[in-house]
């Protein structure tokens, strides 16, 4: 599928529009998280310990597919490889947003994924959203944890951590982290009063995911 690269001016400006959304919308706090977008020009990621609230287009950083900074004053962020390995493995990713949100972050904690359950999810995804082997933080075995864990799906949680989001573009990553927060709270709430969960036959879930992806994405961008 053919992917719309933003300039790196574009992406810059981008990236901080979308920490500030992410932080409305309770999906990060502080510094924590991170977002990427590939441009024409190397992959711009937020740096690494800046807060959302201040953050400028002249302190994303640009690196290269190994993570090698070419334009920035700051450290990429510490999660650059988990970015880096989702480009490498998925080529339709056009960009990854990484969150501490608190439902996804509480069935993290449990080391649970997130069930086939409720249906928006699953037509973004296709099924269930797997929850990641703990890996520590910043390190090429979370990256490796990540994609295993991703398995061709657009999210994942990051066992003990939170979760990780890609999409054709930053509007995209940004959709699916919010559903998938959405899923998490759902399932949250129905363990917490002790209901029984009912997974969606897989073969409607794979029918919804591919109108999804075929039609009503499309739809949503105005494409269609
Ligand atoms: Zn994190």
Not at 51 to 61: C, F, H, R
Not at 67 to 96: D, N, R
Request: charge should be negative.
């Amino acid at each position: 599928m053919e992917k719309k690269l933003l300039t790196k001016k574009a992406a810059c400006a981008a990236i901080v529009e979308m920490g500030h959304k992410l932080t409305e919308k309770h999906l990060v706090a502080g510094s924590w998280g991170n977002i990427s977008t590939l441009t024409r020009k190397g992959i711009a990621i937020t740096p690494s310990g800046l807060g959302y609230e201040k953050l400028t287009p002249a302190d994303i950083v640009i690196v290269d597919a190994e993570g090698q900074a070419l334009v920035g004053k700051h450290i990429p962020s510490s999660e650059t490889k988990v970015h880096l390995a989702i480009y490498k493995a998925f080529p339709e990713a056009g960009a990854v947003i990484h969150t501490h949100s608190i439902y996804a972050s509480a069935l993290a904690a449990m080391h649970e994924d997130v069930p086939a359950v409720i249906e928006d999810i699953v037509q973004i995804c296709g099924g269930k959203v797997n929850c990641a082997e703990y890996a520590m933080t910043g390190t090429q075995e979370l990256a490796d944890a990540a994609v295993k864990a991703l398995a061709g799906l657009k999210a994942c949680l990051l066992a003990n951590h939170g979760a990780v989001c890609w999409g054709k573009d930053l509007a995209e990553a940004l959709l699916v982290a919010e559903i998938l927060e959405k899923a998490a709270q759902i399932v949250v709430l129905c363990k917490s009063c002790g209901g029984k969960l009912h997974e969606l036959d897989a073969a409607d879930s794979e029918a919804m995911h591919t109108f999804y992806e075929e039609h009503y994405s499309k739809r949503q961008r105005g494409e269609e």
